[in-house]
């Protein structure tokens, strides 16, 4: 049972550069979510997907753009890599409303020069 | 909006208890959630529990929860050097959200 996973695990862009990072969980989860992770500061929600069909801003969405592309499937793209946005990008699912608890990737750990 | 602290380190010996505090402030919270990471690794759940309950015993790991005063912990009992890790509290806000303290980091002494 694989769970949630990500790719890639490790990326180093150039500034300016393009990116998707893939994200498929295999648990039937109807809500998928994308953080990023920085040193002292925990994880912060970029975007979220309640239900297939539907995205929603979190805490920091500037700078990317995510698509619940089924029900498995959420990528979340950078469109013009900035240094600030080197950082260690979890995706996690859940059922959804009912509370249950979010699982999560091992991460995609991201480097922009 | 919501805020969930806890501290940034603790340090205990092998075979001691650890307890790692969180204190929240979303009073209509209703689960709340540990997790643990671990070098490299992604989050993985340790245990939850539900704002109607004050304890929750899973083998060696043990949740209270105040809702008076918005404080839950996580007792960690014989620790392990395999116990090292950082430790997040999570709180649900709203049906979607879910927000995490900034972790405290766990290192057990042999």
């Known amino acids: 049972n694989a769970g949630v996973t990500q790719t890639p695990k490790f990326q180093v862009l150039k500034t300016g550069q393009s990116m998707t990072l893939q994200c498929a969980q295999d648990m039937n989860h109807n809500s998928m979510y994308w953080y990023r992770q920085d040193p002292g500061m925990g994880l912060r929600l970029i975007y979220y997907?309640?239900?297939?069909?539907?995205?929603d801003k979190g805490e920091v969405p500037n700078g990317y753009n995510v698509s619940r592309l089924n029900k498995r499937e959420f990528s979340l793209r950078l469109e013009s890599a900035a240094p600030s946005q080197t950082s260690v990008y979890f995706c996690a699912s859940s059922e959804g409303p009912t509370g249950q608890p979010q699982h999560f990737g091992d991460g995609t750990r991201l480097s922009i020069l | 909006g919501e805020d969930v602290e806890q501290s940034l380190f603790l340090s205990v010996r092998e075979g001691d208890s650890s307890v790692i505090n969180c204190t929240y402030t979303d009073s209509s919270s209703t689960y709340l959630y540990w997790y643990k990471q671990e070098p490299g690794a992604g989050l993985q759940l340790l245990t939850y529990?539900?704002?109607?309950?004050d304890m929750k015993q899973d083998q060696r790991l043990t949740v209270l929860l105040n809702k008076k005063d918005k404080h839950l912990s996580l007792r960690i009992a014989d620790t392990q050097t395999g116990d090292s890790a950082i430790y997040f509290c999570?709180?649900?806000?709203?049906?979607?959200?879910?927000?995490f303290g900034t972790g405290t980091r766990l290192k057990v002494l042999a």
């Open positions: 999570a709180e649900r806000e709203g049906t979607y959200k879910y927000i």
């Open positions: 997907s309640a239900s297939e069909g539907t995205t």
């Open positions: 529990i539900f704002s109607n309950m």
